[in-house]
């Protein structure tokens, strides 16, 4: 009789065979509805109202009277929101993977910073192409990550030092972006404010298309990073027996989490704590022992997709930038994921445990 682990059923291509997570394939399915769902619906609803079956129409190619509102306005802006979302919510997931620690997401630890401290202060300089600003981004990001990854680095990366020195650079980065704002032009710097909250406003095909081109290259390093990742979640000792290089999984992870971030980041702003809470769900969604990176990426871009929704209707004719709806929810996350990580050190302490 073979064995299994629990949990699991073997799904055979044919002479191929794999193991599947059943609770993780039937969360990516649920989700992977509830999304679709969420499209249609963010294609329907605007100042004026589409038929779904109108709506469907132009998504899939056919002629509409409603081509205009669906195929031009809504559809692209939406596609630029799915694939930010999916990219924050992967790269959230690779760095709390590798720092082991839920607080870890690239806005809390100056990568979104990084990118927007050069990105900002490359509009205050007269730099104002779309094609140009997303390099720079991902540069600004990269840059950010490589000093918080050497300073944090101490004959091995531990977890702790990783978050307080990432914070401690997000903090001065987002002063030197202030800076770059006080010395700007003002429409610049109203420009850049905007930019700076996360914003889907105005974005469309010229957006989206480098973004999937960028993310589909991307594709073959992030099936490398979901085997990866396993060897970086098992304590260092056992992952080392098993043959793992980890200072070079841990940093092949790292750089692949950081130009997600930036790439994102470059195409919609720092939009707050959707890399924060996307792998968190998933986790709990899923109980497995690592962030699942394809549950991840489809509740990101459901974050995304339902908060720009409710960013453009709130409060119509006025749309708000969908940074401020994704921060009205993440703030009290990250609040209560604060306290609960104080209560879990304070109950092990007292069991004679250590932090």
């Not at 980065?173 to 800076?179: D, F, K, Q, V």
């Amino acid at each position: 009789m073979k064995l299994r682990p629990a949990g699991y059923s073997v799904l055979r291509l044919r002479k191929a065979a794999f193991l599947l997570h059943r609770r993780s394939a039937a969360a990516a399915v649920g989700l992977a509805l509830l999304l679709a769902a969420s499209c249609l619906a963010y294609l329907c609803i605007g100042e004026s109202f589409v038929q779904p079956a109108e709506a469907l129409k132009v998504v899939f190619g056919q002629p509409s009277p409603d081509e205009l509102v669906v195929g031009t306005l809504r559809e692209p802006r939406m596609v630029v929101g799915l694939l930010v979302g999916a990219a924050f919510g992967i790269a959230g997931g690779l760095i709390q993977t590798v720092a082991r620690n839920p607080l870890a997401s690239p806005d809390i630890i100056g990568i979104s910073q990084g990118a927007s401290a050069l990105t900002v202060g490359a509009m205050t300089l007269g730099v104002t192409s779309a094609t140009v600003l997303p390099y720079l981004s991902v540069l600004g990001g990269v840059v950010a990550a490589a000093l918080v990854y050497v300073f944090a680095w101490r004959g091995g990366l531990h977890a702790t030092r990783f978050v307080l020195i990432g914070i401690g650079f997000a903090i001065a980065l987002r002063s030197i972006t202030t800076l770059f704002m006080t010395k700007g032009d003002y429409l610049v710097a109203q420009q850049a404010q905007i930019w700076m909250t996360g914003s889907l406003n105005g974005r469309g095909w010229t957006e989206a298309a480098p973004l999937a081109l960028t993310l589909l290259v991307l594709l073959p390093f992030v099936f490398w990073a979901a085997r990866a990742q396993r060897s970086v979640t098992m304590d260092d000792d056992t992952a080392t027996a098993l043959g793992a290089r980890l200072g070079h999984v841990r940093l092949g992870l790292v750089l692949l989490g950081v130009v997600l971030a930036s790439v994102a980041t470059g195409a919609a702003g720092p939009v707050d704590f959707v890399a924060l809470l996307a792998p968190q769900i998933a986790r709990r969604l899923t109980r497995t022992a690592q962030i699942p990176l394809l549950c991840s990426a489809l509740i990101g871009a459901l974050i995304l997709v339902l908060a720009d929704l409710l960013a453009r209707r709130l409060f119509s004719p006025t749309e708000l930038p969908v940074g401020v709806l994704t921060a009205a929810v993440g703030a009290p996350y990250l609040i209560w994921l604060i306290v609960r990580s104080h209560s879990v050190r304070s109950r092990s302490v007292r069991n004679g445990g250590t932090s």
